[in-house]
């Protein structure tokens, strides 16, 4: 089983595209194993995207996801880092293809409504800047029997 940090964006907050969102990744039957409101600040900003902080656009983004809250989530599954990445879509929503988050509901690169990470070690590091411990809540699911057999887990 991976784990993987999603920030639902404030493009997405603001649109109350919560719900649908969330949608999606329960019905693929990843688990969400910590979740909260919150706002980034400046600083969680700069550590999160450090890849991105000499880039020409991260004041940009730094302004966006900033300026309103997002919803921070763990979602745990099989596969999961890919298999979110896949469901999100290309980076930019005009060139997500249809049927994905971005393709359906984005149609810009800075406001792709949301991040998921891109591997096991950002997704380890991110985690981490987002949650203790004691807030990630592992459980079983009952209806895991019927969305996959033993020996694929
Ligand atoms: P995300 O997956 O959160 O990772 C970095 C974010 O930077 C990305 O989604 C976009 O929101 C934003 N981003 C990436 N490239 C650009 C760009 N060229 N211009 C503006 N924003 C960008």
Redesign the pocket.
């Known amino acids: 089983m991976e784990r993987t940090l999603i ?1 639902l ?1 404030p493009d997405c907050v603001q649109r109350r595209l919560i719900g649908q969102i969330i949608s999606r990744f329960e019905n693929k039957a990843l688990n969400i194993v910590a979740m909260k409101l919150m706002k980034v600040t400046p600083e969680l900003s700069q550590k999160h ?1 450090a890849e ?1 902080v000499e880039k020409p ?1 991260y004041p ?2 730094e302004s966006f996801i900033t300026g309103a809250p997002v919803v921070a989530m763990v979602l745990e599954g099989l596969e999961a880092i890919r298999v979110v990445r896949d469901m999100l879509g290309k ?1 930019n929503g005009l060139q997500a293809a249809a049927g994905t988050i971005r393709g359906d509901f984005s149609s810009s ?4 409504l949301v ?2 990470s891109d591997g096991p070690e950002a997704a380890a590091r991110e985690i981490n800047l987002y949650f203790n411990d004691s807030e990630l809540c592992g459980y079983d699911v009952c209806l895991t029997p019927w969305m996959r057999t033993n020996d694929e887990a």
């Open positions: 920030l964006k995207y991105h656009f940009a983004l980076t690169r800075q406001m792709n991040h998921a």
